[in-house]
């Protein structure tokens, strides 16, 4: 099945700093692409892979689930750790879910965590209904696109699997379980408005983590794929930033910051 245009995986070979970062839930890595470039443009090694059953069409999501999804991330990030001294791990919406279980289980191999706007909880009764509705219905309307910025979209599905949607709500509860061993610096990037994962989401993730060494970011000026909105620049140089402190840290022997602070942003 030929690919959607833009969503072929993006691979960069830079120094030794990786960035893995993980696109979202019916997305593709054109939605992370202008993020891997700047990060790529500073001599990072970066890795954006194209999850199962996304970038053809929504049937073959329906034929993929949560563990697929997060197989293949674990994998790039096996890869990065071959190749790179350090690796940091970072995505946006279920990108950051798949961070989160990344981060849980991979513990001090994995330097940094960047989020945004990640879920992990169904908002809505609708998604809670997921694993009765997809017996009767199979998809319903898309959600990619929720960008403020005028003239930009996203490259997704304009239908969304309800079997897919079920599986990732068996995801959820397993992430927030998991939260409590995600001991990693965080860097977290929040929409103040968000069509598509309730704010909420964002709190209960800076609620449960163990790490000592949190930021909080709040986007004023995007909506859910903040990656491509008006706030991408800044998600960009504030990861930038995360990272190049975090290795300058251990490169001078740093364990990094033992703080915990928030930022609200404009």
């Known amino acids: 099945m030929p690919l959607l245009p833009g969503a072929e995986p993006y691979r960069h070979d830079g120094g030794g700093t990786g960035v893995l970062l993980c696109h979202g839930f019916t997305g593709t890595p054109q939605s992370m692409r202008p993020w891997a470039g700047y990060l790529a443009d500073r001599g990072l090694t970066v890795s954006v892979p194209l999850l199962p059953g996304h970038g053809t069409r929504w049937q073959d999501m329906a034929m993929t689930g949560w563990q697929d999804w997060y197989a293949e991330v674990e994998r790039e990030l096996l890869a990065l750790g071959d190749r790179c001294s350090r690796v940091f791990v970072g995505g946006l919406s279920m990108g950051g879910t798949l961070a989160l279980r990344l981060a849980a289980k991979h513990g001090t191999a994995i330097s940094g965590v960047v ?152």
């Open 115 to 266: 989020l945004v706007n990640p879920s992990v909880k169904a908002d809505s009764p609708k998604l809670r209904a997921a694993g009765m509705l997809r017996h009767a219905v199979p998809s319903v309307r898309g959600i990619a696109s929720d960008i403020a910025r005028a003239g930009v979209t996203e490259t997704g599905y304009d239908r969304t699997p309800l079997d897919a949607v079920h599986s990732l709500t068996k995801l959820w509860p397993l992430v927030r379980a998991g939260l409590p061993q995600v001991t990693q610096p965080l860097l977290l990037l929040h929409s103040r408005v968000d069509h598509v994962v309730d704010p909420s989401n964002s709190a209960v993730v800076l609620g449960a983590v163990s790490s000592r060494d949190v930021t909080e970011v709040v986007l004023e000026h995007s909506f859910h794929v903040a990656t491509l909105d008006n706030d991408a620049e800044r998600i960009f140089a504030e990861s930038y930033a995360f990272v190049e402190r975090l290795s300058a840290g251990r490169a001078a022997g740093g364990a990094g910051g033992a703080l915990k602070e928030g930022t609200a942003g404009g």
